[in-house]
């Protein structure tokens, strides 16, 4: 009994210490991943049709736009090309997982669709699962990896593009030059308090409709565009929905501090994840 209880410490101490150096690991190879990410965005030079929007096009959008854009963008506000914010909240992959705790930085291209955004979610206490979803010109990518080294999910290709279109779409109000109407985005009016965007690059199209509160600022989206996994093979077409909440100044801009993620089942939403706002810069 004694040799047992012997070789189980051993056990016990070798998984704790392999689980430390894995972090270790993970977590270097995690920020350099990030990075470079990062560094390739702001980089990244799009062609010169998807330039920044005029702010004459502004009579382009639906009245109800148009107000909106100029309530949060307001006149001499200073421009920006790459948006960057820090993210906390929570995330849970289905009704029946608890809430994971998650950490996450996003950056956004104003001047053209692209996004990078670089994610830590804490499975255990030693135990985490870090997310990149890239969006950079032709390039298009979301992958997970357990304690930043073991890949367990990702996509790539036109799935990841048409996904990550979309995405940028609908947190365009975190940056809302972006909404614009430009040479890839039309506004159409759907009546009072609500409006459809389409965007549309490199051959790929995202859209969806914008609900707006009665002090003129988006508090839904909405779209049947995304798939959603279902698990073991099972793929469907639900409605998508982010909803926006708390506007507060940040850096000459209106924007929502609270965002949720939720799917639109028959049976009732499910909520899947939540991000606050803790902080923003552009350049």
């Given at each position: 009994?004694?040799?047992?209880?012997?070789?189980?410490?051993?056990?016990?101490?070798?998984?704790?210490?392999?689980?430390?150096?894995?972090?270790?690991?993970?977590?270097?190879?995690?920020?350099?991943?990030?990075?470079?990410?990062?560094?390739?965005?702001?980089?990244?030079?799009p062609p010169k049709s998807t330039g920044p929007r005029s702010p004459r096009r502004l009579e382009?959008?639906?009245?109800?736009?148009?107000?909106?854009?100029?309530?949060?963008?307001?006149?001499?506000?200073?421009?920006?090309?790459v948006v960057s914010l820090r993210q906390t909240g929570w995330f849970r992959p289905s009704p029946?997982?608890?809430?994971?705790?998650?950490?996450?930085?996003?950056?956004?291209?104003?001047?053209?669709?692209?996004?990078?955004?670089?994610?830590?979610?804490?499975?255990?206490?030693?135990?985490?699962?870090?997310?990149?979803?890239?969006?950079?010109?032709?390039?298009?990518?979301?992958?997970?990896?357990?304690?930043?080294?073991?890949?367990?999910?990702?996509?790539?290709?036109?799935?990841?593009?048409?996904?990550?279109?979309?995405?940028?779409?609908?947190?365009?109000?975190?940056?809302?030059?972006?909404?614009?109407?430009?040479?890839?985005?039309?506004?159409?009016?759907?009546?009072?308090?609500?409006?459809?965007?389409?965007?549309?690059?490199?051959?790929?199209?995202?859209?969806?409709?914008?609900?707006?509160?009665?002090?003129?600022?988006?508090?839904?989206?909405?779209?049947?565009?995304?798939?959603?996994?279902?698990?073991?093979?099972?793929?469907?077409?639900?409605?998508?929905?982010?909803?926006?909440?708390?506007?507060?100044?940040?850096?000459?801009?209106?924007?929502?501090?609270?965002?949720?993620?939720?799917?639109?089942?028959?049976?009732?939403?499910?909520?899947?994840?939540?991000?606050?706002?803790?902080?923003?810069?552009?350049?």
């Amino acid at each position: 009994m004694r040799a047992v209880l012997k070789w189980l410490a051993i056990g016990l101490v070798a998984l704790g210490l392999g689980l430390g150096l894995g972090n270790w690991l993970g977590r270097g190879d995690f920020a350099d991943q990030s990075r470079q990410g990062f560094a390739h965005l702001a980089a990244w030079q799009p062609p010169k049709s998807t330039g920044p929007r005029s702010p004459r096009r502004l009579e382009l959008a639906p009245p109800l736009v148009r107000a909106y854009l100029r309530r949060a963008i307001p006149a001499g506000a200073p421009r920006a090309r790459v948006v960057s914010l820090r993210q906390t909240g929570w995330f849970r992959p289905s009704p029946s997982w608890p809430r994971l705790e998650l950490e996450a930085r996003q950056d956004w291209r104003v001047d053209a669709p692209g996004l990078v955004w670089s994610a830590k979610l804490r499975l255990l206490p030693l135990f985490w699962l870090g997310m990149i979803d890239s969006y950079i010109g032709t390039g298009a990518y979301l992958r997970g990896k357990a304690l930043g080294l073991v890949s367990v999910l990702g996509q790539e290709g036109r799935p990841a593009k048409q996904r990550l279109l979309l995405r940028y779409l609908a947190e365009a109000p975190l940056f809302p030059s972006a909404l614009v109407p430009g040479p890839h985005l039309v506004w159409e009016a759907l009546g009072r308090g609500a409006a459809r965007a389409v965007l549309t690059y490199q051959g790929m199209r995202a859209c969806g409709v914008f609900y707006f509160n009665r002090q003129g600022y988006p508090s839904l989206f909405v779209t049947r565009q995304r798939t959603r996994d279902l698990g073991q093979g099972r793929r469907v077409r639900q409605s998508w929905t982010l909803t926006y909440r708390h506007y507060q100044d940040f850096a000459g801009w209106r924007l929502p501090t609270r965002i949720s993620a939720a799917w639109r089942p028959p049976e009732g939403p499910f909520v899947y994840a939540e991000f606050s706002v803790s902080q923003l810069t552009r350049r």
